[in-house]
């Protein structure tokens, strides 16, 4: 037999191998500093209770409009009584048929009161304003005599 030969070339890296078991859990890190000094007297904790009353009312006012805003969105979004503009039925580039196809695409939305809105006429389908009376079921109004 005879002597070994020259050492080969390394070969291509292997695959990772799986991962390890976690480790022990850290000691607790060090203390942290102290914070600052808190009321002293009655007057500076009635000014403490204040400032955060008022922070909570206004947290509160916001979280008020947010569910405003949210009801509006989930309105929209479950009924015909909006189009993908965000456009009430009965408004100018949201015309209805009539002021009963608005109340009922509409009758889960606050608002629908008296008053004008955009219809849809026969007539080319031009939208005319009439008067819209919601509180008698959609009756139209077009003319008044006196």
């Not at 569910?67 to 009584?81: A, G, L």
């Not at 849809?120 to 077009?142: E, F, H, I, N």
Request: glycine residues 16%; aromatic residues 4%; contains cysteine.
């Amino acid at each position: 037999q005879g002597n070994p030969g020259a050492q080969g070339n390394p070969g291509a890296q292997g695959n990772p191998g799986a991962q390890g078991n976690p480790g022990a859990q850290g000691n607790p890190g060090a203390q942290g500093p102290p914070g600052p000094p808190g009321p002293q007297d009655d007057e500076d904790i009635q000014a403490a209770l204040a400032s955060h009353q008022v922070q909570l009312t206004q947290i509160q006012e916001n979280l008020r409009e947010l569910q405003n805003i949210c009801k509006h969105f989930q309105q929209k979004e479950n009924s015909t009584c909006f189009n993908d503009d965000g456009d009430r039925l009965g408004h100018e580039r949201n015309p209805a048929n009539s002021c009963k196809e608005i109340i009922a695409a509409c009758q889960e939305s606050e608002g629908i009161e008296n008053g004008l809105y955009w219809i849809k006429t026969s007539l080319g389908g031009a939208a005319v304003q009439p008067y819209c009376d919601m509180t008698r079921g959609g009756w139209t109004l077009v003319g008044k005599i006196e």
